[in-house]
């Protein structure tokens, strides 16, 4: 890394810390949410499978500015989180990682979802007549079968919000040092005179993640087919 200037590692810092972030806090979350579209039966099941991919289909942008109308300040779920535990979203980092992990969850849901589909449910039928809680069946039986699959997901939505720079820019801004992405730095860069080498060192440095995180997706997927030819 030493052909980056500083201010340039800087946004490759920030980039890996709200990236992993993103990824670690809606890992849970995209399990759960997996978990009911691939075994749940209940109403409203096809508008939350909606609701999960909407980030996939709508603008970047519009999802940044739903997450200001929410997050920011004076926005409902803002406002609440601010004036009981201090915590702001709008223009800080924690912002850019909210934003990076909406833009990620569906890649993640669906690759997680995939691979619960692919575990023969009479595998945890088995386990349920043995006397193991759902909760149990699903810790010892359903997540070593789907973990390659989890992997997988958590790896594509790390490759994504590296990527993200619509709904952050629009949420959290581009301020240097806090919220001050790979993407968005890469823009700024572009918009100065003179600034071309910076954002090609910047490009390359993108290309390389984003090569790493695609080369072990496909690993892991291929280990997940061979996994379900077994």
């Given amino acids: 890394m030493e052909f980056l200037s500083p ?36 109403w409203g099941k096809q508008i939350l499978n909606i609701l999960v ?30 004036d009981t535990l201090g915590f702001v979203f709008a223009f ?7 934003a990076c992990g909406v833009m990620a969850f569906p890649l993640m849901v669906r690759a997680i979802r995939l691979a619960i589909e692919a ?10 007549t043995l006397g193991a ?7 010892v039986v359903t997540l070593p079968l789907i973990l390659p699959g989890v992997l ?19 949420f959290v801004s581009n301020i240097p040092g806090e919220t001050e992405t790979l993407p968005t730095a890469i823009y700024t860069l572009l918009q ?9 060192r910047l490009v390359l440095v993108s290309l390389a993640i984003a090569m790493a995180a695609l080369v072990a997706s496909e690993i892991l997927a291929r280990r997940v087919a061979r996994g379900i030819g077994r």
């Fill in 7 to 42: 201010q340039e590692w800087q946004a490759v810092a920030l980039s890996l810390k709200v990236s992993l972030w993103a990824t670690l806090v809606s890992l849970p979350l995209g399990i759960f949410v997996a978990m009911l579209l691939a075994r749940g039966n209940f």
């Fill in 53 to 82: 991919h909407l980030p996939l289909v709508l603008p970047p942008v519009v999802t940044g500015y739903l997450l200001l109308i929410l997050f920011g300040r004076r926005g409902p779920a803002g406002a609440f989180l601010y």
């Fill in 92 to 98: 800080r980092w924690t912002g850019a990682a909210l």
């Fill in 119 to 128: 575990v023969d449910p009479k595998l945890e039928e088995a386990a349920g």
């Fill in 133 to 139: 809680s759902r909760a149990a069946t699903f810790v």
């Fill in 152 to 170: 997988a997901g958590a790896v594509l939505a790390f490759a994504r919000a590296m990527g993200e720079f619509g709904a952050t820019i629009t």
């Fill in 192 to 200: 100065v005179p003179g600034g071309e080498a910076g954002a090609l």
